[in-house]
């Protein structure tokens, strides 16, 4: 299970979750974490994935990332400058600089 980046929320509401076979949810629509699914299984996989759902009767619906919270700007920052600074050790500064982009919760 993916927690779309929030922190934790998992072990939240898990006290509420159950189990339950695929064919159970026939009739439901189901949320589908898309970028989690491409990031970790890539594109071929999300396509069967949304076949199986839509053959058992399961209307998905695939959610992607939304804008930025504000709480959340200064990690992202963190990371993306993490990110480029790490992988690119042979890199001036000014070229990694470069490189960054200020995360922004506009579309």
């Known amino acids: 299970v993916h927690s779309m ?8 509401v898990s006290v509420a979750g159950e189990e339950v076979p695929a064919q159970q949810l026939k009739g439901t629509t189901l949320a589908l974490d ?3 699914l491409l990031k970790k299984r890539g594109l071929r ?7 199986g759902l839509l053959r058992l009767g ?4 695939a959610v992607l ?3 930025v ?7 992202i920052a963190n990371r993306r400058w993490r990110d ?16 960054y982009v200020e995360p922004t ?3």
């Open 5 to 12: 980046g929030v922190k934790g929320l998992w072990g939240v």
């Open 34 to 36: 898309a970028v989690g």
């Open 45 to 51: 996989a999300f396509f069967y994935r949304v076949r």
């Open 58 to 61: 399961i209307v998905p619906i």
């Open 65 to 67: 990332d939304g804008p």
């Open 69 to 75: 919270p504000e709480a959340k700007m200064k990690t």
């Open 84 to 99: 480029i600074f790490y992988k690119g050790p042979s890199q001036s500064l000014t070229k990694k600089r470069s490189r």
């Open 105 to 107: 919760n506009r579309r």
